[in-house]
């Protein structure tokens, strides 16, 4: 019998007055909260289910980020409460799900592979060459930290041949920046450059922009857009001589592309 019951029970012997007090001060005692540290996630979520709208059980549940509706801890229980649900295996490895597709889409994101050097060359009107022209080059970095014009360094990032065709540019050259600019790969493969009629190299290439020297960390490529740029000097089909291609990189520095000695050459060398 709960303590309530018991008083109203016995005030049908006892005056009206003596109950009142006697409810009076046990309604005003203090009510004890329970020390729920000890209690383990799975009693106190059981306990909340049947007492749902306690406000200490729920500041407890809070406290240890508790989401009893699914059974899993939001802290660091979590990955023993998934495992123990058999949602992950036992050994730790990279684990690999089925992925349904629509053999029409998967047909289509085959047929499109990743390129890196991807460039739309729609906006602008490319060169139509009758002969491959053939140039010497040497790319160097432009500073802009010291010189809001630009500060051309006196060194070679990369240099080389390129010949220039209506398909684009192939080069045969070296990267000089160390590291992982050494694969010749980069220049042979990921380099999607062309030649405007003014004169210009549009496109987008693999840019090594930093030295990596020994015991470095590796650097990636970053892939530039080659665009026309304000300081550029085109190089003109009509009258081959050099040309002068500046590209922007990052805010503190860019390049210029050098091209000298270029000519026309046949199709075929």
């Not at 009693?43 to 508790?66: F, I, P, Q």
């Not at 089925?98 to 990743?114: E, G, M, R, T």
């Not at 003014?198 to 970053?222: C, I, Q, R, S, T």
Request: proline share 4%; hydrophobic share 35%.
């Amino acid at each position: 019998m709960s303590s309530l019951s018991f008083i109203g029970h016995y005030c049908k012997g006892v005056g009206a007055f003596f109950c009142s007090a006697l409810l009076a001060s046990l309604l005003s005692f203090p009510v004890w909260s329970a020390d729920m540290s000890g209690w383990s996630d799975k009693t106190l979520c059981r306990l909340m289910a049947s007492a749902s709208g306690n406000a200490d059980y729920l500041a407890e549940a809070k406290r240890r980020k508790l989401d009893c509706d699914s059974g899993v801890s939001a802290g660091k229980k979590s990955s023993k409460s998934i495992s123990k649900q058999g949602l992950l295996p036992k050994n730790k490895g990279i684990v690999f799900y089925p992925l349904k597709l629509d053999p029409k889409v998967k047909q289509q994101l085959l047929a499109n592979p990743i390129d890196k050097t991807a460039f739309d060359f729609n906006p602008y009107q490319l060169a139509s060459l009758v002969n491959p022209i053939k140039c010497q080059f040497n790319l160097r970095r432009v500073q802009y930290t010291d010189d809001v014009k630009g500060r051309v360094e006196h060194w070679d990032m990369a240099n080389g041949n390129m010949v220039l065709t209506n398909d684009g540019a192939k080069i045969n050259g070296n990267w000089r920046m160390k590291g992982l600019s050494k694969d010749p790969s980069y220049l042979k493969h990921e380099v999607n450059l062309k030649l405007t009629k003014a004169g210009h190299l549009v496109g987008k290439m693999a840019y090594f922009h930093l030295m990596v020297n020994d015991g470095e960390a590796l650097e990636n490529p970053v892939y530039v857009n080659f665009t026309p740029h304000q300081r550029s000097k085109p190089l003109d089909v009509n009258n081959l001589n050099k040309g002068e291609l500046w590209v922007d990189v990052e805010d503190w520095a860019g390049g210029v592309l050098y091209l000298k000695r270029c000519k026309n050459i046949s199709p075929s060398s």
